[in-house]
C-alpha cells in the first residue's frame, strides 16, 4: 500500500512538471508502468490538433465513470474513496483548465491499465474511432435507377480521403411532464398522454377547425404541431399571407417561443443565408415568388402637352403588411426551412427537418422540429468525392429518378450528417455524401430534380 501511494505521488509530480511545459528525464528508479504513463502524457501534449471542449467534456465523463465502475469492483471502499478524492483535486473545475482536466483524466485512464480505452484506438487527441460493424450503419433508402440510365458529374469531384467526425446521439428524455410543459408555450392545457403503443406523447386543444395537435416522438424527441384539418394549410377562400420576410421572423419567434431553438441560432442574421421561404397549398414557386408576383411599378408621369391636359398623377400606395392570394395556383401558405447543423456540418435525410408554415393571416399553422441532442465522438476514415460518385453509379447509394430518366447530372456533392425518420431511434449520425442534380429525359430535357446519397465512410480493416 505504501509503495503505491508513493507511486502515485511520482505520477503526480511528473504530471505537473508535464502540464507546465517542463522537460521531464525519467531515472531508473521509476517503474515500467509509470514510464508508460508518463510517455503518453509526453506525446498528448506535444499534439496540437486537439478535439473540441464539447468532445474533451464528454470523453473525460465517461472515462472517469467507466474508471470509477472498475476501481469499484477492484479496490476497497477506504482506498477507493482516498484515491478519486486525489483525482478530483488534480481536475480543476474552471473551464479555463478543461484541456489539461481532459489530459489529466486520459493519463490517470492509462496508468491504472484500464484496457476499454486503449482498444478504442488510443489517446483522445487523435479522436480516432473504431467502431463496430454494426454501428457503422447507415439506413438510406432504397436505389431506384433503371438499368440503361447514365451519370455524368459537372462539378469537380475530390480524389483524396479525408476523416469527419462522428457524432452520438444522446436519447431525448421525453416523458408526459416535459410535453405537458411544451404544450402549455404552445398555448395546450391539459396532460399529456402516450398513444400508438407508447410511441408519441400527443396533446389537444380545441374543436373543428380550429382542433389543434402536439405530437413528440418518444424515440427521437421529434416533435410536430398543427392543426388537425387541412382547412388551415388549404383554405378555401383566398389566403392573405405576410411576405417571405415577415413569414421568416414570424416562424423564427414561433420556435424561440416554444423554447426550440438549436444552438447557434440565437439570432435569425446567423441563419438568414441559409434559410429558405417557399409557396405551398397551390404549388411550388423560388423564393423570389414575391418579387416574381408582385405587380410592376408604375411609369413615371410625362411631361405635360399643351394638346390634352396632363393625366392625372398616380397616388402612390405603400405595401401592404399582407398580400391576399387569388386563384386555384395561389400559394396558401410560406413554408419556411431552417437550416439544420451540426458542429462540423449539416444535416441530411427525413430526420432532419425544421419547418413552420406560416399561413393566412401570418398565423403559424404547422410546425415540424427534429432536433436531437448529440455530442462528437471522434473521428474516422471517409472516401474521396470521387469514390462516392463511383459507388453512386453502382448503385451501392440511394437514389430515385423516374423511369424514362436517361441521363443522371450530378451539379453538386457536399458532405452531409444522415438522421432516420423521427419514429426510430438512432444511435449514431454518420456521414454521407448528398448528390443534388438534374434527370434528363432521352432527349435532354429536364424531367426533374433529384437528391441522393452514398455513406461516406470508409470500410474497416
Excluded at 426551412?337 to 435525410?349: D, I, S, V
Aim: with cysteine.
Amino acid at each position: 500500500m505504501k509503495k503505491d501511494k508513493s507511486t502515485e505521488k511520482q505520477f503526480l509530480e511528473y504530471l505537473d512538471r508535464l502540464l507546465a511545459g517542463e522537460e521531464i528525464s525519467l531515472g531508473d528508479e521509476v517503474s515500467d508502468d509509470l514510464r508508460s504513463a508518463l510517455e503518453h502524457a509526453r506525446k498528448m501534449l506535444a499534439f496540437r490538433e486537439e478535439p473540441s471542449p464539447a468532445f474533451r467534456a464528454e470523453l473525460r465523463d465517461r472515462l472517469l465513470r467507466h474508471i470509477a465502475e472498475k476501481q469499484a469492483a477492484t479496490y476497497p471502499k477506504i482506498e477507493r474513496e482516498g484515491f478519486w478524492e486525489r483525482v478530483a483535486n488534480l481536475l480543476p473545475p474552471r473551464p479555463v483548465l478543461v484541456a489539461i482536466a481532459s489530459t489529466a483524466a486520459v493519463v490517470l485512464l492509462l496508468f491504472v491499465g484500464v484496457v476499454w480505452f486503449a482498444g478504442r484506438g488510443g489517446a483522445p487527441a487523435e479522436t480516432s474511432l473504431q467502431l463496430t460493424e454494426g454501428e457503422y450503419s447507415v439506413r438510406l433508402p432504397a436505389n431506384i435507377v433503371p438499368e440503361d440510365v447514365t451519370f455524368t458529374a459537372k462539378t469537380s469531384l475530390s480524389a483524396s480521403p479525408g476523416r469527419a467526425a462522428v457524432y452520438e446521439i444522446k436519447t431525448s428524455d421525453v416523458t408526459v411532464a416535459s410535453v405537458t410543459e411544451l404544450g402549455r408555450k404552445l398555448g395546450f392545457s391539459g396532460q399529456a398522454k402516450l398513444i400508438d403503443n407508447g410511441t408519441k406523447l400527443v396533446m389537444s386543444q380545441g374543436s373543428g377547425d380550429e382542433a389543434r395537435q402536439l405530437t413528440v416522438w418518444t424515440a427521437s424527441g421529434a416533435v410536430e404541431y398543427g392543426y388537425v384539418e387541412p382547412e388551415k394549410l388549404y383554405p378555401s377562400q383566398p389566403a392573405q399571407l405576410p411576405s417571405q420576410a415577415q413569414a421568416e421572423l414570424i416562424a423564427y419567434d414561433f420556435l424561440q417561443q416554444a423554447d426550440l431553438l438549436p444552438p447557434g441560432y440565437q439570432s435569425l442574421a446567423n441563419i438568414k443565408d441559409e434559410t429558405t421561404v417557399v409557396a405551398g397549398g397551390g404549388y411550388s414557386v423560388s423564393r423570389e415568388y414575391a418579387t416574381e408576383a408582385a405587380p410592376p411599378a408604375a411609369a413615371a408621369p410625362s411631361a405635360p402637352s399643351a394638346e390634352a391636359p396632363p393625366a392625372e398623377p398616380a397616388i402612390p400606395t405603400a405595401p401592404p403588411a399582407l398580400t391576399t392570394t387569388t386563384g386555384a395556383q395561389a400559394p396558401t401558405y410560406w413554408l419556411v426551412e431552417f437550416p439544420y447543423f451540426l458542429e462540423g456540418g449539416e444535416a441530411t435525410g427525413p430526420g432532419s427537418k425544421i419547418e413552420v408554415s406560416v399561413g393566412d393571416k401570418g398565423e403559424v399553422v404547422n410546425m415540424l422540429w427534429s432536433g436531437r441532442q448529440m455530442s462528437p465522438l471522434g473521428t474516422d476514415n471517409i472516401i474521396s468525392e470521387q469514390k462516392a460518385f463511383q459507388d453512386l453509379t453502382q448503385g451501392k447509394g440511394s437514389l430515385e429518378v423516374p423511369l424514362d430518366c436517361r441521363q443522371v447530372v450530378i451539379e453538386d456533392v457536399q458532405l452531409k450528417y444522415w438522421l432516420d425518420p423521427t419514429s426510430e431511434k438512432q444511435d449514431y449520425a454518420l456521414p454521407v455524401y448528398e448528390f443534388t442534380g438534374r434527370c434528363l429525359d432521352k432527349n435532354g430535357k429536364t424531367l426533374e430534380d433529384f437528391t441522393g446519397w452514398t455513406p461516406a465512410l470508409a470500410a474497416a480493416n
